[in-house]
T-cell receptor, first 115, second 116 residues
Framework: AQKITQTQPGMFVQEKEAVTLDCTYDTSDPSYGLFWYKQPSSGEMIFLIYQGSYDQQNATEGRYSLNFQKARKSANLVISASQLGDSAMYFCAMREANTGNQFYFGTGTSLTVIP | DADVTQTPRNRITKTGKRIMLECSQTKGHDRMYWYRQDPGLGLRLIYYSFDVKDINKGEISDGYSVSRQAQAKFSLSLESAIPNQTALYFC???????????????FGAGSRLTVL
């Protein structure tokens, strides 16, 4: 079974609007971390936001927030006030404690911001 | 200078050639990883190392080998390259010090390998 599932291969959003990128995960480990990375067309991987499995509050970093729904095993990324520079691939990832803290990645969502 | 440096950034080679991708880091992290990225498949783990004496296979280790020469250096080798190893390769580091929130993967800029 896939550890991380991203069901949206491509998304479009109007500039200045908010957009939600979906991510679901599969684990039986009570201790895990969830991450989002951005990959612009230049290719580098940029860390955006982290959510721990024991964190009570949803993580936020500037215009990024992580909508963490533990019972549903979802960790959606919300980008508010989209900018043209947000156009990129976005990857959801999970680190599990019981697999030696390996990181598992989803297949990514390509976001295009329309002027 | 980048925290995680990969060389070469781009390489074109022929089937059957031996290729080495090198990675060095200045973050002082114990853990180093090699990932492969293919379109539509995300990032897949090839090998990882939690310290100099610890090397572990990842999801897709066949056809690859690694060497952890020092805490700061982790190289990936393709002993006999084949065309389906054409991909973007990433080295990454992480560290558990500082608590779970500090355990973020820091990536190099990537090495684009083309095998003809």
């Amino acid at each position: 079974a896939q550890k991380i599932t991203q069901t949206q291969p491509g998304m479009f959003v109007q500039e200045k609007e908010a957009v939600t990128l979906d991510c679901t995960y599969d684990t039986s480990d009570p201790s895990y971390g969830l991450f989002w990375y951005k990959q612009p067309s230049s290719g580098e991987m940029i860390f955006l936001i982290y959510q721990g499995s024991y964190d009570q509050q949803n993580a936020t970093e500037g215009r990024y927030s992580l909508n963490f729904q533990k019972a549903r095993k979802s960790a959606n990324l919300v980008i508010s006030a989209s900018q043209l520079g947000d156009s990129a691939m976005y990857f959801c990832a999970m680190r599990e404690a019981n697999t030696g803290n390996q990181f598992y990645f989803g297949t990514g969502t390509s976001l295009t911001v329309i002027p | 200078d980048a925290d995680v440096t990969q060389t070469p950034r781009n390489r074109i080679t022929k089937t059957g050639k031996r290729i080495m991708l090198e990675c060095s880091q200045t973050k002082g992290h114990d853990r180093m990883y090699w990932y492969r990225q293919d379109p539509g498949l995300g990032l897949r783990l090839i090998y990882y190392s939690f310290d100099v004496k610890d090397i572990n296979k990842g999801e897709i280790s066949d056809g690859y080998s690694v060497s952890r020469q020092a805490q700061a250096k982790f190289s990936l080798s393709l002993e006999s390259a084949i065309p389906n190893q054409t991909a973007l390769y990433f080295c990454a580091t992480s560290d558990l010090k500082g608590g779970p929130g500090a355990n973020v993967l820091t990536f190099g800029a990537g090495s684009r390998l083309t095998v003809l």
